[in-house]
């Protein structure tokens, strides 16, 4: 088999023999499923080129890829927006070389600025790299009062402060109770939040492996997070919190008791996303014990000389973000999911 011409493809139709290979090779993560095509497409209308490899007739490597074409932030390929991981998985290297040189004539035929491939570990040494987000990933226990245990003693005593506040917490199969509290969140932080169709449209195609965990106080919501399970690991992704929650500690709450969950659902890996360098969110996850880990996430320059940087650490967007902390919430929820979707 081995000795056969490797074919790259773009998927048409094969969409169950690319998940199949997802799950029977330990290197692919949740991002690389199919189903973000499907979402992706569905919710923001981007095009997808979802690029594999075969030998003999069989898939023996993927890479998906998605083109954002927008005037306002940049011209791009990547693999793969709206996700924290991307890039090759792959049989054996000469495969995943064929993925990459796929994917950057695709580039090149596309007239984008630039390839961005979202890796977990350095691939490219000639290539451009950015090392400004972090990944925290820890395993978990198989007890809640280990895995209380096992949280440092400092975030471990503002834990417990949580549950004495009267606090409870229950899973949805919707983002009722989550999209107001994401929306506000976002409006916090001055980033445009995602419409509400993108998150439904998660929760519709992973069904069986998506909840939503809500916290509330008097019966109210004040916290929740939306969550993916991939083998044995949990991945909280999109989550919100109101006015109240601070003074809650609703948010200590919210991340304890989904590891209180993931662990009855089966999980023994929690992993707790990606942040920017010496961010709030990045001392958030240390403060639970987890290590950061760099994203190399690297780039093929297609159209440009330099690297892009249309990161919200970029001093040109701060009046933009000033300006948005401050917009009414509803003017937000309308504006916002116009100007997200090309924020992969």
């Avoid at 790259?8 to 199919?34: C, G, K, Q």
């Avoid at 007739?57 to 927008?70: D, E, F, T």
Wanted: aromatic content about 14%; proline content about 7%.
């Amino acid at each position: 088999m081995t000795d056969s011409p490797i074919l790259v493809r773009t998927l048409a139709d094969r969409h169950a023999e690319w998940d199949a290979y997802v799950m029977a090779t330990p290197a692919a993560t949740f991002f690389h499923r199919v189903g973000w095509k499907r979402v992706i497409e569905r919710a923001f209308g981007h095009a997808c080129h979802y690029l594999y490899a075969e030998r003999g007739g069989r898939i023996v490597g993927i890479l998906p890829a998605v083109h954002i074409n927008s005037r306002l932030f940049s011209n791009a390929l990547i693999s793969t927006p709206f996700c924290v991981y991307g890039g090759a998985v792959a049989d054996d290297d000469a495969v995943a070389d064929a993925l990459y040189q796929a994917a950057c004539r695709r580039a090149d035929e596309l007239g984008v600025s630039y390839f961005e491939t979202r890796e977990s570990a350095p691939r490219h040494e000639d290539w451009p790299r950015k090392d400004l987000y972090y990944t925290f990933r820890r395993e978990l226990a198989e007890t809640d009062e280990a895995n209380l245990a096992a949280i440092p003693r400092k975030q471990r005593a503002v834990v417990r402060k949580s549950i004495a506040n009267g606090l409870d917490w229950a899973i949805d199969h919707d983002i009722d109770r989550l999209y107001p509290l994401f929306a506000y969140n976002m409006r916090e932080l001055g980033t445009p939040v995602f419409p509400a169709r993108y998150l439904a449209a998660l929760m519709d195609e992973f069904r069986q492996d998506c909840d939503v965990l809500t916290v509330t106080h008097d019966g109210q919501p004040v916290a929740a997070v939306l969550n993916f399970y991939f083998r044995d690991e949990v991945l909280p992704y999109y989550s919100g919190a109101g006015p109240q929650a601070r003074a809650l500690k609703a948010n200590d709450y919210l991340y304890y008791a989904l590891m209180c969950h993931a662990v009855a659902r089966g999980a023994r890996v929690f992993d707790f996303g990606r942040s920017k360098y010496d961010t709030g969110p990045y001392h958030f996850k240390r403060h639970w014990g987890f290590e950061p880990r760099p994203l190399p996430y690297e780039y093929y320059l297609s159209g440009i000389d330099t690297m892009p940087d249309v990161s919200p650490n970029n001093p040109k967007y701060a009046r933009f973000i000033r300006m948005w902390q401050r917009l009414p919430l509803p003017v937000t929820r309308i504006v916002g999911p116009w100007l997200s979707r090309d924020l992969g």
